[in-house]
């Protein structure tokens, strides 16, 4: 277990079309975070989960945006019906349980919407 | 809303020399702070963290401090290298069970040899 992972690394698709991103944690990691990435922005979040369970979701996750922990492992973020305006890097992070440790997070999942 | 502020969006500093990078933040309930460097397509890493039960904390040519009356902290960087330049990120969590963190805009740091 090398870390993060997360596939694809680069997504181009067209406007309108459904795309899923995969991230697999590191194994022994409870917690699960999926934060967006926009040029010359900080990472934003966008949603949590604790084992399979999610437990938060920002405002910035519209209805078109759905994640999924099924087994408490790996995680899947699908969005729908593409817009223009998701273009961004999409990042996965895993920690312990305990608070206040430290994210590890992937290389991204790079989402160009033409 | 929460909400954290970094300074400078870019600095430039010769090799050897010091840097600082200031962020303020928003909301008392948060305790944890830690710091990202981002090397141009690379991941974020954690270089260091500091909890609120403490002032200043140091590693090697890295230190950060914490004013939790002023809600500021600082990421302080003596002897620069070339290898130094990248985005660094300060963040501000822990005040939830969630342990989301709020990202500040980065800071583009240059290190010219």
């Known amino acids: 277990d090398t870390g993060v992972s997360q596939d694809p690394r680069h997504k181009i698709t067209k406007r309108g079309q459904n795309v899923t991103f995969r991230c697999d944690p590191i194994s022994e990691h409870n917690r699960l975070y999926w934060y967006r990435q926009t040029l010359g922005q900080g990472p934003e979040f966008l949603t949590y989960f604790q084992n399979e369970a999610q437990l938060e979701k920002s405002r910035l996750l519209s209805d078109r945006f759905s994640a999924e922990r099924p087994k408490g492992s790996f995680s899947t973020l699908e969005i729908q019906r593409t817009e223009q305006g998701d273009s961004a890097m999409y990042l996965c992070?895993?920690?312990?349980?305990?608070?206040?440790?430290?994210?590890?997070f992937g290389q991204g999942t790079r989402l160009t919407v033409v | 809303g929460e909400n954290v502020e970094q300074h400078p969006s870019t600095l430039s500093v010769q090799e050897g020399d010091s840097a600082v990078i200031k962020c303020t933040y928003s909301?008392?309930?948060?305790?944890?702070f830690p710091w990202y460097k981002q090397e141009l397509g690379k991941r974020p890493q954690l270089i260091i963290d500091?909890?609120?039960?403490?002032g200043e904390k140091k590693d090697q040519r890295i230190a950060v401090t914490l004013n939790k009356t002023a809600k500021h902290f600082s990421l302080h960087i003596t002897e620069t290298q070339p290898e130094d330049s990248a985005v660094y990120f300060c963040a501000a969590g822990g005040k939830s069970a969630t342990n989301k963190l709020i990202f500040g805009t980065g800071t583009l740091l240059a290190v010219q040899p």
């Open positions: 992070a895993s920690s312990v349980t305990a608070l206040n440790t430290e994210a590890f």
């Open positions: 909301d008392s309930a948060s305790n944890y």
């Open positions: 500091i909890r609120s039960n403490v």
